[in-house]
C-alpha cells in the first residue's frame, strides 16, 4: 500500500474517473444491467464514481477517504444497501467492489503508457476500493442485525396481544418464555391498553408458559405492580399445580396477588371485582 498520497497519481485517477465516468458505470454494471434494474445500477455507479473523483482532487490522504469523506461513504452505504434488500450476499457486493476495481485498473491503462505510473495507481486504486468493500460489509451487517432486532421486535408484539373480555377487562395470555424483552413489551402494550380502554381489571393468563422460575416470577410481579400504578387490578390465570409447586418450592411470595387456575375462573373473578359496573362489549 502507499505510505504517502502520490499527488500525480491522483491526478491521473481523477482523470480518469472524470473522462471516462459514463464508460466506467456502464462496463462496471455489466450483465447486472439486464435485469431490469440497470438503469439504478448505472445511476448507483455514477454516483460513486463521481464521489471517488470529488474525493481524489480533496487534501483527504487515500487510506481516510471511504472513512471520512460523506460523499464516498454516503454512496457506498446506498449501493450496499440496495443490494441486500435484493437479497444479494455480501461476498456479492465485494465481489462488485472487486470488479470496480478491474475495471477502473482497465481504464488507467488506456490513459498511460508509464509502467510505473500504473504501478503507483494499481496501489493507490486497490487502498481505496479495499477500504470500499470492508465498508460495504460493516453497512450489510448492520442492515442485517437492524432488520433482525425489527423482525424480533415486532414477532414479540404479535405473540403478546392484549384482549378486550369485557367491558373494563383485559387479558393477555402468554405463551413461550418470558424473559425481560417480552416482559417490557407486554407490559408497555397492557399499560396503553388499560388507558386506551378504561380497564379495571386486567388477567395475565400463564396458561402457555412452560415453566415458571425466579426470573419469570420477577417478571410477572413487575408487571403486576405496573398495572397496579395505572389503578387497575391484576389477576394471574394459569396457575397449574406444578407452577404452584415451583412457586412454593422457590419461596416467591404471591399471597399479595390474585391468582386463578384457568381463564375462566379469572374471567369470573373479574365480574365480582367489577359489581354492577360490569357490562359485556357492545362494540
Known amino acids: 500500500m502507499l505510505g ?41 455507479a455514477v454516483e460513486l464514481l463521481e464521489a471517488l473523483r470529488n474525493a481524489l482532487t480533496g487534501t483527504l490522504p487515500v487510506s481516510r477517504i471511504v ?21 444479494a450476499q455480501p461476498s456479492a457486493t465485494a465481489m462488485a467492489i472487486l470488479a470496480l476495481k478491474r475495471t477502473m485498473l482497465g481504464a488507467i491503462e ?30 450489510y451487517s448492520a442492515g442485517r442485525e437492524r432488520i433482525i432486532r425489527e423482525q424480533h421486535s415486532q414477532m414479540l408484539e404479535l405473540s403478546t396481544p392484549v384482549v378486550r373480555l369485557w ?23 397492557l399499560l396503553e391498553s388499560i388507558q386506551a380502554n378504561e380497564a379495571r381489571v ?7 408458559v412452560p415453566t415458571v422460575d425466579t426470573a419469570v416470577a420477577h417478571h ?19 396457575i ?7 412457586i412454593t418450592q422457590l419461596g416467591i411470595d404471591l399471597s399479595h396477588i390474585v391468582t386463578r387456575g384457568s381463564l375462566a375462573d379469572a374471567l369470573a373473578t373479574a365480574m365480582q371485582l367489577l359489581g354492577d359496573s360490569a357490562r359485556p362489549v357492545t362494540g
Do not use: K
Not at 488506456?110 to 460493516?138: P, Q
Not at 386486567?202 to 402457555?208: K, L, Q, R, S, V
Open 240 to 246: 397449574r399445580p406444578s407452577i404452584a409447586q415451583t
Open 110 to 139: 488506456r490513459h498511460t503508457d508509464d509502467s510505473a505510473l500504473r504501478y503507483r495507481a494499481a496501489l493507490l486504486v486497490n487502498e481505496l476500493l479495499d477500504s470500499a468493500g470492508v465498508l460495504t460489509f460493516e453497512v
Open 202 to 208: 386486567a388477567i395475565i393468563d400463564i396458561t402457555g
Open 4 to 44: 504517502t498520497d502520490d499527488n500525480q497519481v491522483r491526478t491521473v485517477l481523477a482523470r480518469v474517473l472524470e473522462e471516462d465516468r459514463t464508460a466506467l458505470a456502464r462496463d462496471w454494471a455489466g450483465p447486472e444491467a439486464g435485469d431490469g434494474g440497470g438503469h439504478e445500477l448505472r445511476r448507483e
Open 220 to 238: 410477572l410481579l413487575q408487571t403486576v405492580s405496573a398495572v397496579r400504578l395505572m389503578g387497575a387490578e391484576c389477576v394471574i390465570s394459569g
Open 67 to 87: 472513512d471520512q469523506d460523506p460523499a464516498v461513504q454516503d454512496a457506498l452505504t446506498s449501493l450496499s444497501e440496495r443490494r441486500a434488500r435484493a437479497g
Open 167 to 189: 367491558r373494563h377487562v383485559l387479558a393477555v395470555p402468554l405463551i413461550g418464555t418470558l424473559d425481560s424483552a417480552r416482559t417490557q413489551v407486554v407490559m408497555n402494550s
